[in-house]
């Protein structure tokens, strides 16, 4: 049974850093594109940042230069490393996998197979 298991949230004031992580089980993604995405209230579920099974990296443009995500094969770990947080960063982030071998990385939610149950992240002014 796959299941993917964030971490890290919490509350943080503007400008300031988290570190966020999923550890999946059940499967090795080691092939799989991985993704965050996060939901603000009252929005759609959104594109944060994207990495394909050889390491390359996409990240949406409002949290370019801010956010770096990443992973570690050996662990079965996805991380997002979030810097000079700001308000409109608060949402809950999820952790999600495409279940397509070495598939590219997409922005649409629509794509992603598996998916965790969320952590919150909440960013005062």
């Known amino acids: 049974q796959v299941q993917l298991v964030e971490s890290g949230g919490g509350l943080v004031q503007a400008g300031g850093s988290l570190r966020l992580s999923c550890a999946a089980s059940?499967?090795?993604?080691?092939?799989?594109?991985m993704g965050w995405l996060r939901q603000a209230p009252g929005k759609e579920r959104e594109f944060a940042g994207g990495i394909k099974f050889g390491g390359s990296t996409f990240h949406a443009d409002s949290v370019k230069g801010r956010f770096t995500i990443s992973r570690d094969n050996a662990k079965n770990m996805l991380y997002l490393q979030m810097n000079s947080l700001k308000p409109e960063d608060t949402a809950v982030y999820y952790c999600a996998v495409k279940d397509r071998p070495f598939g590219e990385v997409t922005r649409d939610r629509v794509d992603y197979d598996y998916w965790g149950q969320g952590t919150q992240v909440t960013v005062s002014a």
């Open positions: 059940g499967r090795t993604f080691s092939s799989r594109a």
